[in-house]
């Protein structure tokens, strides 16, 4: 199977910093062709992602010229609008961290860090960009072309199939390939839950999640019972699609990640307590 190469930014006045970053990306180069642009200034990141289209960058919040921040918020009018970035500092204050996140920053490293701290950064984006075969089931032709733009915004590769009913779902599952099913809990004779509780009996593996316009408890707990790995409410986003794939994935949670739980009716009990 062919990986696309992978291109990374370092920019850090600190060639110390500089040198712990490569280090920490040079343990996967067996795995997959990986190119590095180091820069020791704002400015020169800049041009660099204006340049190509990086798909990684560690960008110091502190460097002379322009600072992270700023290199951050300038990336969407560059080749690089989709680059999974991560802010690395000694430390991070609510203003910075307000920024970061408002124009799309993933992750923080704390300064000093290590290459094994690094190299699990770089780990978690090579299995992001895997690609994940995901059946929708839903009866609305309309609500499968909407979940189907969610998840093509996703920062996940998806391999995206439809079924319209739970039977042509159970048809397609039959081949083994799915990974993940997104199926609406309002279908006409086997509702969501049925056909989870049929999936369930094919494999432990395949992550369930179940959509709808209602997140009553009862719903929910039902869904849990019957082995659903999490709870959509529509309408949800990409972002919860990314935090649904964290947990699926048991990837560390990013900085600037979406917290949200996998049933909201957990979230109801924690406040009630």
């Given amino acids: 199977m062919l990986h696309k190469m992978i291109r990374i930014l370092v920019a850090d006045d600190s060639g110390v910093a500089r040198e712990v970053i490569n280090n920490g990306i040079a343990v996967h180069r067996s795995k997959r062709y990986i190119e590095i642009d180091n820069v020791d200034n704002g400015r020169a990141a800049v041009e660099v992602l204006k340049k ?5 960058a560690f ?3 502190n460097m002379p010229g322009l600072n992270g921040p700023e290199v951050i ?3 969407g009018e560059t080749k690089s609008t989709g680059c999974l970035t991560v802010a690395i500092s000694s430390d991070l204050d609510d203003r910075n961290a307000n920024t970061l996140k408002k124009f799309g920053a993933y992750h923080f490293l704390k300064k000093p860090f290590n290459q094994a701290e690094v190299s699990e950064i770089v780990s978690t984006y090579m299995t992001m960009t895997m690609t994940y075969p995901i059946l929708i089931v839903d009866d609305s032709g309309t609500m499968r072309k909407l979940t189907r733009k969610v998840l093509e915004a ?3 590769d998806f391999e995206i199939s439809e079924a319209d009913s739970a039977p042509a779902a159970l048809r397609a599952l ?5 990974r993940i099913v997104l199926t609406d809990f309002h279908m006409p004779d086997v509702d969501g839950i049925e056909l989870a509780g049929s999936i369930r009996d094919l494999s432990s593996k395949i992550g369930i999640y179940m959509m709808s316009t209602n997140d009553t408890t009862y719903l929910e707990r039902s ?3 019957v ?5 959509l409410k529509k309408p ?4 919860d699609i990314d935090t649904l794939m964290h947990k699926f994935l048991e990837l560390d949670t990013p900085k600037f990640g979406k917290v949200r739980d996998m049933f909201s009716f957990m979230e109801r009990e924690r406040k009630a307590s």
């Fill in 59 to 61: 960008i110091d919040i």
């Fill in 154 to 156: 996703s920062r996940f």
């Fill in 223 to 225: 869904a849990a019972f």
């Fill in 174 to 178: 039959a081949s083994g390939k799915f």
């Fill in 227 to 231: 082995g659903i790995n999490g709870f």
């Fill in 52 to 56: 190509k289209q990086i798909d990684m």
């Fill in 73 to 75: 918020a300038a990336m």
């Fill in 236 to 239: 949800f986003t990409a972002q």
